[in-house]
């Protein structure tokens, strides 16, 4: 009887360990959620994952939204179609970068533009929607990628970010 009391004991113990561990989770999902539950999205290799609700669509801070791949994106009211005049707005910025030029002397090419995306709503419910920044994909054939973000408002690049592999094969 003593040892059926300790094991009813111990199992309580544990049921309440674990939903105190899912509770502390739950608590940390909806704070990521932010004020307005709308959440972060995020860009990760190609793919875009929302860190809080499903439908989210915001720019949060330095880390860009972007809606999906190929001509044709998806933001929050339906397909986005950019425009060839955009491209290569983008592109001419990106290659008067000195760092970029060395970049492409060195076998990279440019192989995808994606633009950042920014909502305001004024306090009168007025809605401007604008892309302000891009981000540029260099690849360099299956050693190096480069992605350089570019402010379309100042016409230059601001940041660069360089992925090498280095691979050595063994006989």
Same mark, same amino acid.
């Given at each position: 009887? %003593? ?13 309440? /360990? ?5 509770? +502390? ?25 929302? !860190? ?8 949060? +801070? ?11 994106? @998806?933001?929050?009211?339906? $397909? %986005? !179609? ?10 001419? %910025? ?7 030029? =060395? /970049? /492409?002397? &060195? ?7 994606? $633009?950042?995306?920014? !909502?305001?709503?004024?306090?009168? +419910?007025?809605? !401007? ?14 050693? +190096?990628?480069?992605?350089? @973000?570019?402010?379309? &408002? =100042? ?6 970010? %360089? ?5 050595? &094969?063994?006989?």
């Amino acid at each position: 009887m %003593i040892e059926l009391e300790r094991k009813t004991r111990m199992l309580a113990i544990s049921t309440v /360990l674990v939903l105190a561990l899912f509770s +502390g989770v739950a608590v940390m999902v909806y704070a990521n959620m932010g004020a307005n539950g709308t959440g972060t999205m995020m860009y990760v290799d190609g793919l875009t994952y929302a !860190t809080g609700a499903a439908n989210a669509s915001c720019n949060c +801070g330095d880390m860009p939204v972007f809606f999906g791949r190929g001509p044709h994106r @998806w933001g929050h009211g339906g $397909p %986005i !179609t950019i425009s060839q005049e955009f491209k290569d707005n983008v592109i001419n %910025i990106t290659e008067s970068d000195t760092d970029v030029q =060395q /970049l /492409l002397t &060195e076998g990279y090419n440019i192989t995808e533009v994606r $633009p950042i995306i920014n !909502t305001t709503v004024e306090a009168d +419910g007025t809605v !401007t929607t604008k892309a302000t920044n891009a981000v540029v994909t260099l690849i360099k054939d299956t050693t +190096g990628r480069a992605t350089v @973000w570019v402010s379309i &408002e =100042q016409a230059k690049v601001t940041r660069i970010e %360089i992925l090498s592999i280095t691979v050595i &094969e063994k006989p």
